[in-house]
């Protein structure tokens, strides 16, 4: 909207000043002062709005030279003789010219390495998060669990697995197909997250098997939580596609101190 508003204001007198009074003087003024408005905002809503990443504060920091450059031009043009030949209106103009082309080099590749990273962490999610359950896959599992087992043999505090199966699985498949099969894992999911603690890792191990990563819980606790989830899952039947289908699980429970799991 700004640049809709400061376009409109421009255009008047760079028609004015180039067919009927012809200055380039007042042009390069004008046009600066255009610049000048919309590159102060932008370096603003840069530095204050926006997450500071590395691609950003690049930007800003180019908004904010062209900014101070762009004003120390207005404040040259003012003073200095009118300019006759545009091509010909010295060192600073020229060096304003050389510096709208780097402007937008530099910023066309921080916007390429702004895609790039976008792109690289939505590569990363895809890797690790399981795209049928929305939880952590296999391959995320193996690299948090290397991680937490570390932090609890430093530490010397129990961690706890749990592995839960889906009981006869395959009869939901056969009897009501493959898509009834898929809601089935995607609510049964949903349930066990809803009954984890905040800091417990959720993984699908594969097919109808998951498991729980629970960070400093001993073995009695890990009991516990594992009655909870099986209790959650068999208090209420789940409806998938108009059916009402009664769940259960087994579950197997590990503990140790990151070095053994027993």
């Not at 390069?28 to 997450?51: G, N, P, V």
């Not at 908004?63 to 545009?86: A, G, M, Q, S, V």
């Not at 800091?199 to 109808?208: F, K």
């Amino acid at each position: 909207n700004l640049s809709y508003i400061l376009m409109s204001c421009y255009l008047p007198i760079f028609i004015y000043f180039t067919y009927i009074e012809p200055s380039t003087h007042w042009r390069i003024i004008a046009h600066s002062i255009i610049l000048i408005i919309l590159f102060a905002f932008i370096t603003k809503e840069l530095f204050t709005t926006y997450k500071r990443q590395s691609f950003q504060k690049f930007i800003s920091n180019i908004f904010l030279f062209c900014t101070i450059f762009i004003t120390y031009r207005l404040f040259w043009t003012l003073f200095e003789t009118t300019p006759e030949n545009f091509m010909q209106v010295g060192v600073i103009h020229g060096l304003y010219l050389l510096s709208q082309q780097l402007l937008f080099i530099t910023v066309s590749l921080a916007l390429i390495w702004n895609a790039c990273n976008e792109l690289a962490a939505e590569l990363s999610v895809q890797a690790s998060i399981d795209p049928l359950t929305n939880i952590y896959n296999r391959r995320a599992l193996e690299e948090i669990a290397n991680k937490l087992f570390a932090q609890a043999r430093r530490e010397q505090t129990k961690i706890s697995v749990v592995l839960i199966d889906i009981d006869n699985f395959k009869s939901f498949n056969d009897k009501y197909g493959h898509q009834v099969g898929d809601q089935v894992l995607i609510k049964f999911s949903q349930r066990l997250q809803n009954n984890l603690r905040s800091y417990d890792v959720l993984a699908r191990y594969g097919g109808e098997e998951f498991i729980v990563i629970l960070p400093d819980t001993q073995l009695s606790t890990a009991h516990k939580i594992a009655e909870k989830l099986r209790s959650s899952l068999s208090s209420s039947a789940f409806f998938v596609n108009e059916h009402e289908l009664v769940i259960t699980a087994s579950f197997g429970i590990s503990t140790g101190q990151g070095a053994e799991i027993k």
